[in-house]
């Protein structure tokens, strides 16, 4: 996205603003000699704003980089011609252009400034820290007029435009022009996909599995102790095979023992429920006491 360079001047002057506006750039100098000054943390985005200077009004640009303990720091001062010194410091309700190409422009130039967004495979993020309140209000406009649902939060006093619908980042990484970034965003966000279901399946396949053995050996004890008891010979037919299957198959579910046995679900369901009800004990009766 950084190496993208607009073709047309007004879109190169949408993107330059949204990039200076974004990254919180201030103007210096007296009225008679105005510049527009950038901070930067990434080299190539550094880069683009001295590009697009160059492109917009041939601005002499000084560029200075300083490492300190924890990152790069990159600061960019344009020489701004005296026509665009207004431009520089409108309010963002005036800086949002109407042209859908600028809209797009000015949204790139904004998310090189002040915008980021998660790797996939942990959660779906893409955020804007926005300079001010009005412009966060502005960004999330940008991303709605987009067809793209936008929340605003505050973070740590700031005003953060986030988008956390997969669709929707792919949607505005397209628009803004990170080709690479939606591929990488697609193919990241497919073995997620997959793998997600992969584990859904396996966990239901876990759980019944899980059921259906511990169904199994519940109903074999049972044919056990009405064995022991001396019951299982005098059983109906139906019930002894029954029996004889379920003991032999104890791993078998419902409709795989309804299979072998050329029945109905419902009527090997009912004979195995019918035997665990009779190898449970007879409670005694209790005698009436007479008054």
Same mark, same amino acid.
């Given at each position: ?11 190169? !002057?949408?993107? !330059? ?30 880069? +683009? ?12 640009? +000084? ?7 924890? =990152? ?91 988008? +956390? ?82 003991? +032999? ?38 005698? =009436?006491?007479?008054?």
């Amino acid at each position: 996205m950084a190496g993208l360079l607009p073709a047309r001047p007004c879109c190169q !002057l949408s993107e !330059l603003l949204g990039v200076y506006f974004g990254s919180r750039g201030r103007l210096l100098g007296s009225p008679l000699g105005r510049s527009a000054y950038f901070s930067l943390l990434r080299n190539a985005v550094a880069r +683009k704003v001295v590009r697009l200077g160059r492109a917009v009004g041939r601005m002499e640009a +000084k560029y200075q980089a300083v490492k300190t303990r924890k =990152r790069m720091s990159f600061f960019i001062e344009l020489a701004l011609p005296a026509d665009l010194v207004a431009t520089f410091s409108q309010p963002p309700v005036q800086v949002v252009p109407d042209a859908a190409c600028d809209r797009k422009a000015l949204l790139r130039g904004l998310f090189l400034g002040c915008g980021s967004v998660n790797a996939p495979n942990t959660r779906y993020h893409l955020e804007f820290v926005a300079p001010t309140p009005s412009w966060a209000s502005a960004i999330a406009r940008l991303i709605e007029s987009a067809g793209v649902k936008a929340g605003i939060a505050v973070r740590g006093g700031q005003s953060v435009v986030y988008v +956390k619908d997969g669709d929707g980042i792919v949607r505005l990484l397209s628009m803004m022009g990170a080709n690479r970034a939606v591929m990488e965003f697609e193919n990241v966000r497919v073995l997620r996909e997959v793998s997600g279901e992969v584990n859904r399946r396996l966990n239901f396949e876990t759980a019944n599995i899980g059921k259906t053995i511990g169904s199994g050996m519940r109903q074999a004890a049972a044919i056990e102790q009405l064995e022991a008891d001396g019951k299982l010979d005098r059983l109906p037919p139906a019930l002894r095979e029954m029996a004889r299957w379920r003991s +032999k198959h104890p791993e078998l579910n419902l409709g795989e023992l309804a299979g072998h046995m050329k029945l109905s679900k419902s009527a090997v369901n009912h004979r195995l429920r019918r035997l665990q009800q009779l190898a449970k004990p007879v409670a005694p009766k209790q005698e =009436r006491r007479s008054a």
